[in-house]
């Protein structure tokens, strides 16, 4: 790829352990560089204002997927690889799209909201009576929801259960550049391939799941046999990590903003507000990339023909021009709903309203029976392409 002469290069690689711990200050220095800026580390242009990374995802025609959304050639150009909903475009999407998208509308998850919201506030209920115990916020909070309950929709039999933290974290890491990480990720999506493609074992599907109903689509010639189980990779591997990670955030948020959470205490108007506000500050999905087929111009900016772009969502959401103090948690933001931490356009993602479902539960069973929460030092996870913690000692105090 040839490089732009007037585009500034930012000389740091993001991708290592010390751009995924405190990647901020790196995405302010690019933002102020310009609306693009060359990653020679990773051998493509990043954008990383708002405005710009809106513009991009909205024109999918230009800023495409077909070509692979992630940072190395070898995800890229293996079709079998870029073979699902997300690095697909146009037809082929939007088809994709109408079958996978049906069981995560706000129709059908009506149909849900009571469950999620029991089984959250069994979790908090019994947290609660364990006054002053210190808890880990990921593992016993924060999962509880996608394994209790999305697993359980997806409908596979407990020996893909287990190992779905694996693939799905290894799915995140095989994203980025062709780094450590990266290739350590590799036999494990192989596994995940092989699993979704080959070892399925129908009869040990829940009926009326998402896989069941993947493999129906299959019987009635809608779609292929071989492709149910992609139907299915493309629900189960970004159905987890995500939303663990946006309720740790979540929690580590409120914990450690003591004022915002009294505010919301006294105002529960704002939960949605604050479920937004936390999405904007944490971004758990940092960036995707996109392939730029003809030369285009971006405020001003010419980015050549065959380029590979990354558009970081968790700058976008930090930018100065579009949302004031960014670096500020504040729950009564005017402008928190409209981060871009589940992206926009044809690929927003499609399991936003099952995520904030979630998110919401935990956090309406907190309001109802915990008085406050402190929390201790947050552990990050290194992976290439999520922002989430490992660990968060977190102490509920039940209300009197
Ligand atoms: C807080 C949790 C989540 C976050 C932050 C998140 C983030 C994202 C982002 C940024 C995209 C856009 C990718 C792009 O533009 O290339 C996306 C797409 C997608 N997400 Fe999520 N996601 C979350 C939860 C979920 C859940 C729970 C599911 C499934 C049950 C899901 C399924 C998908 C799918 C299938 C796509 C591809 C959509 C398409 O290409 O048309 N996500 N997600």
Known sequence: MTMTKNIPAYDFDLFSDEGILNPYEHYAKMRKLGPVVYLPETKCYAITRFEECYIALRNSD?????????????????????????????EKHKFLRKIESEPLAPKALSLLRERILEAAKGLIDDLAEREGELHDGVRDIACYLPFNIVMELGGLPPVGRAQM??????????????????????????????????????NTITPGSWADRAFRLADEGVITQE?????????????????????????????????????????????????????????????????????????????????????FFASANRDERKFENPDLFDINRSNASEHL????????????????????????????????????????????????????????????
């Open 62 to 90: 230009k800023f495409i997927s077909g070509r692979g959304v992630s940072f190395n050639p070898l995800m890229n150009d293996t079709p079998e690889m870029t073979d699902s909903v997300i690095t697909s475009d146009a």
């Open 165 to 202: 933290l694996r693939w799905a974290a290894a799915a995140f890491d095989l994203l980025g550049p062709m780094n450590a990480r990266a290739q350590a990720a590799l036999p494990v999506v192989q596994e995940l391939l092989t699993y979704v493609t080959k070892d399925i074992d129908r």
């Open 227 to 311: 492709r149910a189980g992609k139907v299915i990779a493309d629900f189960i591997a970004p159905s987890l990590d995500t939303t663990i990670a946006a309720t740790s955030n979540l929690l580590m948020l409120l914990g450690q903003n003591r004022d915002q959470w009294e505010l919301l205490k006294k105002n529960r108007s704002k939960t949605a507000n604050a479920i937004n506000e936390s999405l904007r500050l944490g971004s758990p999905a940092r960036c995707f990339s996109r392939f730029v087929p003809e030369e285009t111009t971006l405020d001003g900016v010419t980015l050549p023909a065959n380029s590979r772009v990354a558009i």
């Open 341 to 400: 931490a589940f992206g926009t356009g044809a690929h927003q993602c499609m399991g936003n309203n099952l995520a904030r479902l979630e998110m919401t539960a935990i956090l309406t069973s907190l309001l109802d029976r915990i008085d406050y929460f402190e929390v201790g030092e947050p552990v990050y996870a290194l992976s290439n392409l999520l922002r989430t913690l490992e660990t968060l000692p977190i102490r509920l105090h039940a209300k009197g």
